[in-house]
DNA sequence: TATTGTTATACTCTATAACTATA
DNA sequence: TATAGTTATAGAGTATAACAATA
């Protein structure tokens, strides 16, 4: 096995180059399909628990959110308990773009994903996105 | 095991939060320290083949390469035998930039790696960067 | 004709700073 | 004082289009 700090610098380099050739990609813009996903499995989201999930500022959350409300992919409506808060919630069009163009999206990965990988190696990676993810939240 | 359609969501929205929380910790642009890394185990590089291995596009790869070529860690000469192309070389302070800086990089990263991830967890992780190695070049 | 590289331009993604409103 | 959110601005990262030079 690898040294840590070699570890360290072979999963930079090799999760920047998967995420570069996801993005090219045909598709809407991932950090937002993101958004529109995680929105589809939460319910009263602010901004700053958006922010927080996704690991990124509130301030480029209330961005991208801005930008999907513009879109019509999304609404806010104040927290009546809270008038500090906004919740935002998937529009009809958002749940719409996330199962129409979110499948297309993926239909590139998921292709390599059944071509390239044997089912054990596809249970690895499952494995290794838990990894990931706590990786994540570190 | 996840249905493959729902591993490449859960692939793209995990690799996005990863490399987000990785370019938030302090230390020169993790797309330059890529190609940095990359010319220190490369030679005779040009600008396509830099752009190739890295997954963008030529005309990216240019514009950064410039960047650092403005930054005095990489310097250009004129490939002799075929004189479209520049070969792509790490100046002194480039190597010494990899070096130092390139370290402080990853000390968060290799870090977590310890704290958070056991001997045979990291083997896992280890593996699984071969996996989305070839994901990268598919 | 195909390949290598360049410049110009624009879009995506995310951050910091400075602010308002509410708890 | 602390928290939720907003707007302005800037920087990082990458792409497409249009082009020049060489193979």
Redesign the interface.
């Known amino acids: 096995?690898?040294e840590?700090?070699a570890?360290?610098?072979?999963?930079?380099?090799?999760?920047?180059?998967?995420?570069?050739?996801?993005r090219?990609e045909p598709g809407p813009p991932?950090?937002r399909?993101?958004i529109l996903?995680?929105l589809d499995r939460t319910t009263g989201a602010g901004i700053s628990d958006l922010a927080a999930a996704?690991?990124?500022r509130p301030q480029s959350m209330a961005q991208a959110v801005r930008e999907l409300e513009d879109d019509g992919l999304v609404s806010r409506r104040p927290d009546p308990d809270d008038r500090r808060r906004v919740v935002i919630e998937l529009t009809a069009d958002g749940r719409e773009t996330l199962r129409v163009t979110?499948?297309r999206?993926?239909t590139w990965?998921?292709g390599?994903?059944?071509?390239?990988?044997d089912?054990e190696?596809?249970?690895?990676?499952?494995?290794?996105?838990a990894?990931?993810?706590?990786?994540?939240e570190?």
């Open positions: 096995m690898s840590i700090p570890l360290a610098t072979n999963l930079r380099e090799t999760l920047i180059r998967v995420v570069r050739r996801m090219a991932i950090a399909m993101a996903n995680r996704e690991r990124m979110g499948e999206r993926d990965l998921a390599v994903l059944e071509r390239e990988l089912d190696e596809r249970r690895q990676l499952e494995q290794a996105l990894l990931l993810g706590r990786i994540a570190a």
